[in-house]
């Protein structure tokens, strides 16, 4: 059940996030959405077990998470700054098989994204450009600050993200010729931004806790059918 | 801070022992009848074990305990759990 991975590589994402890639001993592929539970003992044996999502498709059996520092957080910290290149964890997984998208469901998406919560919903939209699905996706990414945008670079590439539009809701600082006002997502921009209830996309809602209950509020107030919103909170 | 997730994170502890992935089962709530799926369940996580309740009327739907060569799970405040076939 719980295997050995080793951690191959590290890509610092932002200050706060990085991205760790890890070759378990067997994986046979997973779904966009899905997760893993990451577990570390410690010398005198305390363990502690966290979810993490997979942020990208396995690729030559190497699988990668996008893990965001949580300040006087037990593992993320850990998982962030400390575990060395080389070293083990154990992984369990993949698990979690409602909130994924498959490729072949042909309905719209919708993505809306709360701080780390962009991670699962990272992982849609490389599944959807791995397989070259024309489904159109809109994500609404809320972030604090431009500098806090984890993925920045590869959102930003029209040439990677062919019928995907990207809107990034910026609740602290924004870039100047942003003329949103600074503030939590609202009503309006999931009307300017997102698909119409007609269209009757699948939304996916991915954040804190807090986030996630605002945003699926408001789809339901615009008439989104509670069937086609699926949400995970992580923290 | 929120002090609840939800039943997304129940997965890894019962693929342990179920084989088919719990969060897209349908459970339906034994004080309220409301129907969803265990993915959308109120979780509590802190506590000794892992608590998910029912997001209209909090009653404990799933409670789940674990020790080093066990795992506990009570399903009384469930009415029923349907599950997805495999392949079907
Ligand atoms: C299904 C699922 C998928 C997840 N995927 C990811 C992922 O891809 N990337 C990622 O970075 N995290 C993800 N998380 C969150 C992750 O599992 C941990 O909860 C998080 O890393 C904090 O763990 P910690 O041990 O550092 O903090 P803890 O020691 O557990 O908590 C310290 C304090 O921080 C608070 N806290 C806990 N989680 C958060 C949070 N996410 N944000 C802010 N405050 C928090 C707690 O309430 C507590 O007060 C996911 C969670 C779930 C359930
Ligand atoms: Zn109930």
Redesign the interface.
Same mark, same amino acid.
């Given at each position: 059940m719980w295997q050995k991975a080793r951690l191959v590589e590290r890509r610092v994402e932002t200050a706060s996030a990085t991205t760790l890639v890890f070759e378990p001993e067997q994986w046979d592929g997973h779904l966009a959405g899905q997760h893993a539970d990451i577990r570390l003992t410690a010398d005198d044996g305390y363990q502690a077990v966290r979810s993490y999502s997979l942020a990208a498709p396995a690729r030559d059996g190497r699988i990668e998470f996008t893990v965001q520092r949580v300040i006087d957080g037990e593992v993320s910290p850990y998982l962030c700054d400390d575990l060395p290149e080389g070293a083990y964890a154990e992984i369990r997984g993949p698990v979690g098989g409602w909130f994924v998208w498959r490729e072949a469901d042909t309905r719209p998406v919708m993505l809306v994204a709360g701080g780390s919560g962009i991670v699962p919903l990272q992982a849609m939209i490389r599944q959807r450009r791995a397989v070259a699905s024309r489904v159109p996706f809109r994500l609404l990414y809320s972030v604090r600050s431009p500098a806090e945008v984890i993925y920045s670079d590869e959102l930003a590439r029209p040439s990677l993200n062919g019928g995907l539009e990207t809107s990034l809701l910026y609740t602290r600082e924004a870039p100047p010729e942003v003329r949103r006002p600074l503030g939590r997502i609202g009503l309006a921009d999931i009307t300017a931004h997102g698909w119409p209830p007609e269209f009757e996309p699948a939304c996916f809602i991915c954040g804190p806790a807090g986030f996630v209950e605002a945003a699926a509020k408001i789809l339901i107030a615009l008439g989104h059918d509670s069937h086609r919103i699926k949400t995970e909170r992580f923290g | &801070?929120?002090d609840?997730? @939800?039943g997304? &994170?129940l997965?890894?502890?019962l693929?342990?022992v179920f084989r088919p @992935?719990i969060?897209?089962a349908q459970a339906r709530c034994a004080g309220c009848g409301m129907v969803g799926?265990?993915?959308?369940l109120t979780v509590y996580a802190d506590a000794p074990g892992t608590v998910a309740r029912c997001v209209r009327c909090e009653q404990v739907n799933l409670q789940l305990v674990q020790s080093p060569t066990d795992l506990w799970l009570s399903t009384t405040g469930l009415s029923f759990l349907r599950f997805r076939i495999p392949g079907q």
């Open positions: - | &801070m929120n609840h997730i @939800d997304n &994170m997965a890894g502890a693929w342990q @992935d969060t897209a799926p265990v993915a959308g």
